[in-house]
């Protein structure tokens, strides 16, 4: 009997480790409850992650499969459950974040050679696509390029049943917990996951080049919450919008490259999560102003575009991606606030909230080394709302106080122009600083 350790991998569909261990015997699957994860995260990403672990539980089950849960460090849980067991070994999809990287070689520790490490997490795993000299890339469309050259591999199908296995009655299948959200919480599952995706390939992706950057978020697929948490395989949504064709399938999975390319940013650089990719960016001058940073984070700056997309995340863990650039811009550009507690507080929010996608987005949309734009790139945000929310409905939603006007609705915290020219000054005298 071999163990299959799901972490951002909860789903039974294109699952390369489980496919593995299949292939060799009965199986058990486990979820470990990581107290170092789930207790430095937000109730609201919790109980998405809770969930979800649910629903895997019952897909388990639906196949006469097993799935355990147990709550401790998984170098600690995971050696002490395969002795109690007498597990072979144990599969499990590869992680590739900096933390990840050390909990996995403290199992390896534990458990030398037991272990089985495979692809899943992306369609492109970090470390494999590599400039022609073996580098690896800091630009997206380069990487994008050989991303395209690459191998996709075979979507695997899901299980349609498990071997039977008898376990010890002394082994408890462990609780999941309940936690509340504070906001809605889309149907969770890979079940539902994948309805979600057949309804967007079916209605929205045709639309989708026109439609994507809509403030609403109306036009796009709203599929990042189960490829957080591994609950729908990229592969397969990449693979499916493939069949389909057309410019819509082309620009779709051209999004789901940045989550690769994300990915692969925070592999080879793990000091992003401290840090700017490009140091000199550091140098940005901060404001420390708790009553700046509070309207921001609240949605009270009285700049309709930057209430109305602050007020939607904190309702409901969700805000379109254009919003987030137009959002982390005005935060690290406008209102220099410090970029890294403004990232992670806006992550804590978000019900999609991935380390690495975040991190590569605030430091693309803050000009911190990712974006291969000049760094005087600075969103007008008037101009921001009248395009991609024509009509104002959107503003008018979340700010009801604007009407739907794109001006400011009472005094805001700064003069954006006088924000804008002081942000290029202060930027200015880095870039050329570096000459």
Same mark, same amino acid.
């Given at each position: 009997m071999h163990l299959v350790w799901h972490r951002a991998d909860l789903r039974l569909h294109d699952h390369p480790a489980l496919t593995a261990a299949l292939q060799q015997g009965p199986v058990l699957g486990v979820v470990v409850l990581d107290p170092l994860i789930l207790g430095a995260t937000s109730p609201r990403r919790r109980a998405w992650f809770y969930a979800n672990t649910q629903a895997l539980r019952t897909a388990y089950a639906q196949r006469g499969g097993v799935l355990l849960v147990r709550t401790g460090s998984p170098w600690e849980v995971l050696p002490r459950l395969a002795n109690e067991l007498g597990a072979q070994g144990i599969f499990a999809v590869r992680n590739s974040t900096p933390y990840a990287r050390f909990r996995d070689g403290q199992l390896e520790k534990a458990l030398p050679g037991r272990i089985r490490w495979f692809g899943g997490q992306y369609v492109q795993e970090p470390g494999t696509v590599l400039k022609p000299d073996g580098a690896p890339y800091t630009v997206f469309t380069p990487y994008s390029k050989r991303w395209w050259q690459a191998e996709q591999g075979r979507v695997l199908p899901a299980p349609e049943h498990f071997p039977a296995l008898s376990l010890p009655a002394e082994i408890a299948q462990g609780e999941i917990p309940l936690e509340e959200a504070g906001v809605p919480l889309p149907p969770a599952g890979e079940d539902s996951a994948l309805r979600v995706l057949e309804g967007f390939l079916r209605d929205r992706l045709a639309a989708y080049p026109r439609a994507r950057d809509l403030l609403d978020g109306s036009g796009v697929s709203r599929l990042s919450p189960y490829f957080t948490l591994g609950v729908l395989s990229p592969r397969l949504a990449v693979h499916q919008a493939? *069949?389909?064709?057309?410019?819509? +399938? *082309?620009?779709?999975?051209?999004?789901?490259?940045? !989550? =690769?390319?994300?990915? =692969?940013?925070?592999?080879?650089?793990? !000091?992003?999560?401290? +840090?700017?990719? =490009?140091p000199r960016w550091e140098g940005l001058p901060q404001t420390d102003d708790p009553e700046l940073y509070g309207a921001w984070l609240q949605g009270q700056t009285g700049i309709p575009v930057v209430d109305a997309g602050m007020r939607e995340l904190q309702a409901t863990g969700f805000v379109s991606n254009r919003a987030r650039m137009v959002l982390a811009q005005f935060a690290v550009k406008l209102a220099l606030i410090y970029w890294r507690p403004a990232e992670r507080a806006f992550r804590d929010l978000l019900l999609d909230g991935d380390n690495a996608s975040n991190l590569q987005g605030w430091q693309w949309a803050g000009g911190l080394g990712v974006d291969a734009a000049p760094y005087f790139r600075v969103f007008n945000l008037t101009h921001q709302a009248l395009t991609h929310d024509p009509g104002g409905v959107w503003l008018r939603k979340w700010v009801p106080e604007s009407g739907g006007n794109p001006e400011p609705y009472k005094p805001p915290v700064l003069d954006l122009e006088a924000a804008r020219r002081r942000y290029l000054e202060a930027a200015q005298r880095i870039a050329k600083g570096a000459r």
């Open positions: 493939l *069949q389909l064709g057309g410019e819509g +399938a *082309q620009k779709w999975v051209n999004e789901l490259i940045w !989550r =690769d390319f994300s990915g =692969d940013l925070l592999y080879h650089h793990p !000091r992003m999560l401290e +840090a700017a990719l =490009d």
